[in-house]
């Protein structure tokens, strides 16, 4: 989506450093938001309705529309209006749906639903505003250059058939939005006027709008306002019909890009059907639950114990790009050490081992219930999300799912049919993988460069030796099995009965030389929840910076450590994280109380028997001092450490 211009790397959820958003940052915001109200509304229409000779109309109109409108002509007014109320306001353009989104105080609400509904009645889009406006979505796509995410999705969109809108570029410049349709006589205003009219129209359009207002206020409101969006009762645009976008001879081959960052990683992915229909299954989350499992038995316990790999998710993130009406994505992403760059056929064959045994051995309908399971418990005792985020969610899945389904079609596994993931499964074979390899060491091998976002990449032939060994039917490796039951998963929510009064703050209720112990009942949310903090203090860390530097090393290998076992608590939404501290480590656990003395004690075990070996010393040395360089080259935080 091109509101976002984060790299979307994955970073290791539990370990933290000290530069972290504080708990309390965190609290102020939530507090915020629930005094907010919020709306949000989808488009049925997105990037694949760029005209060939535009590309990027769609979202300038996203950016065009926000411009007055005949009732409130001011260029900035409403930006001003949610700004002096305490609100914000956001769009961002996908290839099938774009989504509008605002929040703010409730008293404001309904002035500001008047306010934003105009931009989808009666735009004024003025001509005068395009220049500038296209200067926005120029900065926009500048700024989402240097992302290694973004390089990525245009490299691949570059591989689909001609002539499909895979191959489109959906973000928009100066070039295409202003300098090409001067030389080629195109009045952008004009086509962006008939974009509008054509595709803006109510019969594909849905809204979420959430407030601490009766519904009934709320239904007459938007009665009130909305109506008057109009209607041209146009077919919708439809891709259906263009489907295997990648099966072409050039997608089967090995990609070689330097990345921005430094970081090796290796890509495969497969494009499959549409899944989207499938939802009440959902096989490709069945299958990236397995191939991202960390537990024993999996693919990256294995690769972790050859030193190969750091971290690896796999599956489709549900955007757009990942998943639309002509196909979707399943991809494994792998972040490789520097041995296992070396080794990445290796890396690539341990992928390929795991699911020709997940093949063989077909769906496990005990896995399935365990997800599901999971899924529903995270469901029904989920925190209470940001309104803006929450209305953004609902008027996306109301295109996507029926309307009993509308808040938990993108949640819940409603039932197993083997058939349907057995299908999406067996698509997923050596012959129809695309590999992709990001590494610094790629410099000066790569001689071609993407058009747009400027990736210098290679095309290599897979070499014959494996290309060969994947078209026999070559060997399961006895390592790589399904994984053991979790013993995790909560199944007590009963609150407990309370033994102590009820007080404001948290209470002292052990002190002794070793340290102290507070404690406070929950009396406000009354959920089945615990959680722990617990603060290892030490006088050392700040003696000298080779200290410093060896307790984040020591944290960074207890995190390692705890990868493996600790993992199944991770899935079952029991939460861990450990922090380098200021001055010491700390431990924190949360979710459902149940089970949470499990993945303490576990923890604490594994401090207690502080083991490392000298392959994963290097390793995550090695790691350090790439993530040392990448938060260097922030200028941001340079400043910070300088002026500290």
């Not at 210098?456 to 070559?474: M, N, R």
């Amino acid at each position: 989506e091109e509101e976002d211009d984060d790299d979307g790397e994955e970073e290791d959820e539990d370990y933290e450093g000290e530069g972290d958003e504080s708990d309390h940052s965190k609290k102020k915001k939530f507090v915020c938001s629930e005094k907010q109200s919020a709306a949000a509304l989808c488009v049925g229409v997105g990037s694949f309705s760029d005209p060939d000779d535009l590309p990027g109309l769609a979202h300038f109109l996203e950016h065009m529309v926000f411009m007055g409108s005949e009732k409130y002509p001011d260029e900035n007014g409403f930006d001003a209006f949610l700004k002096k109320h305490g609100g914000s306001d956001n769009a961002s353009t996908d290839c099938e749906r774009t989504i509008f989104q605002f929040d703010v105080q409730r008293k404001y609400f309904k002035d500001a639903l008047d306010r934003w509904a105009q931009f989808f009645i009666s735009p004024l889009m003025i001509e005068d505003a395009i220049e500038r406006e296209v200067e926005a979505v120029d900065s926009e796509y500048q700024l989402a250059r240097p992302s290694d995410s973004n390089r990525k999705e245009m490299l691949f969109g570059s591989l689909a058939k001609p002539g499909h809108p895979m191959g489109k570029f959906f973000w928009g410049n100066a070039q295409t939005l202003k300098y090409e349709p001067k030389e080629k006589n195109i009045n952008t205003y004009e086509r962006l006027r008939q974009f509008w009219k054509t595709h803006y129209s109510a019969h594909y359009m849905t809204l979420a709008v959430q407030s601490i207002e009766t519904l009934d206020n709320l239904e007459e409101w938007v009665r009130e306002i909305f109506s008057k969006i109009p209607n041209n009762g146009l077919q919708k645009p439809y891709f259906g019909h263009l489907t295997e976008p990648f099966s072409t001879t050039g997608f089967n081959t090995l990609y070689r890009v330097v990345p921005v960052k430094k970081i090796h990683a290796l890509t495969i992915t497969w494009a499959l059907p549409p899944q989207e229909q499938f939802y009440r299954v959902k096989p490709l989350h069945y299958i990236s639950w397995l191939i991202g499992h960390e537990g024993k038995g999996s693919i990256l316990s294995l690769l972790r114990k050859k030193c190969w790999a750091l971290g690896l998710f796999g599956g489709n993130s549900e955007t757009g790009f990942e998943q639309n009406t002509t196909y979707s994505v399943f991809s494994i992403t792998i972040t490789l050490t520097d041995e296992g760059y070396k080794h990445f056929y290796e890396v690539t064959h341990v992928v390929f081992q795991y699911l020709k045994m997940m093949q063989q051995m077909g769906p496990q309908q005990r896995i399935f219930e365990e997800i599901q399971k999971i899924e529903a418990n995270e469901f029904h005792y989920q925190e209470q999300t940001d309104p803006l985020d929450n209305v953004e969610t609902i008027c996306e899945n109301m295109q996507l799912f029926p309307k009993d389904d509308f808040l938990t079609g993108d949640q819940l596994l409603f039932e197993y049919k083997p058939e349907i993931i057995v299908d999406a499964l067996n698509r997923l074979t050596p012959d129809k993988a695309n590999l992709l390899l990001l590494s610094p060491e790629n410099e000066g091998k790569c001689n071609l460069k993407e058009k747009w976002f400027g990736a210098q990449y290679d095309i290599e032939e897979i070499e014959a030796t494996w290309k060969d060994l994947w078209d026999s039917d070559y060997d399961l490796n006895p390592d790589l099995h399904h994984p053991e039951k979790n013993n995790y998963i909560a199944t007590d929510f009963e609150l407990k009965t309370s033994d102590c009064i009820d007080t404001e703050y948290p209470v002292k209720i052990l002190d002794t030389k070793q340290g102290c112990l507070w404690y406070k009942k929950d009396n406000k949310f009354k959920i089945p929840k615990a959680y722990i903090r617990l603060h290892l203090i030490s006088p050392l860390i700040q003696k000298s910076p080779e200290k410093l530097v060896l307790f984040d090393i020591f944290v960074n290998i207890l995190a390692q450590n705890l990868a493996e076992p600790a993992y199944d608590a991770d899935v079952a939404q029991l939460e861990y994280k450990l922090v380098a501290g200021e001055h010491g480590l700390i431990i924190k656990v949360k979710g459902f109380d149940h089970k949470l003395p499990l993945l303490f004690k576990l923890i604490i075990n594994h401090l207690a028997n502080f083991t490392a070996t000298l392959d994963v010393y290097t390793m995550i040395t090695e790691q350090l001092k790439k993530t040392y360089f990448n938060i260097l080259i922030k200028h941001d935080k340079l400043g910070k450490d300088r002026k500290s």
